[in-house]
């Protein structure tokens, strides 16, 4: 059974940090590309970043260049995503993804709430 179990989520004030994990189990984690995505009401779901299954080659929206780390740990079935310099319209639901040729996952969601 294919699981993609988000945490680390939170409300924070504007300039601080959070790191979202993202515990996978079910499948072979290695050879998967992971993503997390993000969704705002009102908003279509978007891409934050990803990061490939061998070489770990990461690609990030422009609007959190910079200021976001996406990273994986293997023998963890883990991928992370280090948030820092908040902004808040970085607040969303964001979405751990998992792609390999025609499967994806995705997990449930967790809430980021940036706000003074």
């Known amino acids: 059974q294919v699981q993609l179990v988000e945490s680390g989520g939170g409300l924070v004030q504007p300039g601080e940090s959070l790191r979202l994990s993202c515990v996978a189990s079910?499948?072979?984690?290695?050879?998967?590309?992971m993503s997390w995505y993000r969704q705002s009401p009102g908003k279509e779901r978007e891409l934050v970043a990803d990061i490939t299954s061998i070489a770990g080659r990461t690609n990030y929206a422009d609007s959190v260049k910079g200021r976001f780390t996406i990273s994986r740990d293997n023998s963890k079935s883990t991928v992370y995503l280090q948030m820092n310099s908040l902004k808040p319209e970085d607040t969303a639901v964001y979405y751990c993804n998992a792609k390999f040729s025609w499967r994806m996952y995705w997990g449930q969601g967790i809430q980021v709430t940036v706000s003074s």
């Open positions: 079910g499948f072979t984690f290695s050879s998967f590309t």
